[in-house]
């Protein structure tokens, strides 16, 4: 696989969500990542997280497993696992013992709550993990209830990415002379960091601390969404006074006194009252036509299987097709660096692909171990 990762080694035991993530990244950007599954399941062509990927089946309570998991991570970059702190201990797979014997290896730990902590051992999914730091309650309408906002900030903004970019960080450093390293990667800490600028408005007193109520969370007219008379949704972003200008020119409110004053917010309720009347009025095709192409920060609200087709999407070939599944596009893009198109996860495992080998485990050992049934 060519791309700026080319070359670098991963083992993933594989978990859920932003582990499998975590994995997808780093093989998109071209490292050569061995999932190890739980013995007798497959990896599914429709799960980008699959992709661009070698696979083992194993079951990695056995003690020859545990042995080829520590002689793979003597051959590999680094390591990324999921489990509950003290699971990979009492498996003998910790960090200690595989940093003693590869003291160059990356140790990513991917946990909701983190190593420590007194929720460390406890079960948790993206709600908890943003209800505790303090995310989802900037989540809601006027100042009525959180509402989730699907599973996108803890398990891959606040998780994912941050251990795909501390994995790349640790093997860099690893790579310009220093050891290696353990990364404590988790998702409260990671969706804390994530709102940095909200608590940053928070200090300089632009919003209130209850749902909704702030001004990019849905409290500002001139940053909402609204319904069309077709049923569909358009979104207006215009913070700034000249972007807030093109919009009230083109909803013929541009003279009207009372959305002179942008920023005042106790006329916010009635303006976005306002503006939901006059956007209601047209389809939603019919206000981006008079919108498109202008800086009024004014676009259409995309529906999941519309996305792909926005033409903005498909000038940028945004989404991409896997065996007939349309999936996101490996992403951020390079001026010089090339990357594979992703592949769909191989219908052979990586002893058949002899991916293995790659990591330094012969044919006739991985052949040994399959006729053990250790290995699936």
């Given at each position: 696989m060519p791309g700026p990762l080319a070359g670098i080694r991963i083992v993933e035991l594989v978990g859920i969500g932003p582990g499998p993530f975590c994995g997808m990244m780093l093989a998109d950007h071209g490292a050569d990542?061995?999932?190890i599954e739980r013995l007798g399941r497959t990896p599914l062509a429709v799960d980008p997280a699959t992709r661009s990927q070698s696979w083992i089946g194993l079951d990695i309570k056995s003690p020859?497993?545990?042995a080829l998991i520590r002689d793979l991570a003597k051959g590999a970059d680094g390591v990324i696992e999921g489990f509950r702190p003290g699971v990979m201990e009492r498996l003998g797979l910790g960090p200690e013992v595989l940093l003693a014997e590869n003291p160059k290896l990356v140790y990513g730990r991917m946990t909701g709550w983190?190593?420590?902590?007194?929720y460390a051992q406890t079960a948790g999914h993206d709600i908890n993990y943003i209800a505790t730091s303090g995310v989802l309650h900037t989540i809601g309408v006027d100042g009525g209830r959180p509402i989730p906002p699907s599973n996108y900030i803890a398990d891959f903004g606040g998780g994912g990415i941050m251990l795909a970019f501390a994995m790349v960080s640790a093997i860099l450093a690893v790579?310009?002379?220093g050891d290696g390293d353990v990364i404590d990667a988790a998702m409260t800490d990671g969706t804390a960091l994530l709102a940095g600028m909200a608590w940053m408005m928070r200090a300089r007193g632009d919003t209130e601390d209850r749902p909704g109520l702030g001004t990019l969370t849905g409290a500002a007219h001139f940053y909402n969404t609204y319904e069309c008379a077709d049923g569909k949704y358009v979104a207006i972003g215009a913070i700034e006074p000249a972007f807030y200008k093109r919009v009230c020119e083109r909803l013929g409110v541009a003279?009207?006194?009372d959305f002179s004053e942008q920023m005042d917010r106790g006329r916010w309720p009635?303006?976005?009252?306002?503006f939901a009347e006059i956007i209601r009025t047209k389809s939603r095709d019919e206000w981006c036509d008079g919108f498109e192409l202008t800086d009024a920060c004014f676009t259409p609200v995309m529906a999941m299987g519309e996305a792909p087709q926005h033409p903005h999407n498909r000038a940028r070939e945004t989404f991409i097709e896997i065996e007939g599944h349309v999936q996101p596009a490996p992403a951020p893009r390079y001026a010089r660096q090339t990357l594979s198109p992703p592949r769909p996860p191989s219908a052979k495992n990586a002893v058949r692909e002899g991916a293995l080998e790659r990591f330094g485990i012969s044919?006739?050992?991985a052949n040994d171990l399959l006729k053990d049934g250790v290995l699936g």
């Open positions: 990542v061995l999932r020859k497993a545990v983190g190593q420590n902590g007194p790579k310009m002379g003279d009207d006194p009635e303006l976005k009252r306002r044919a006739e050992r």
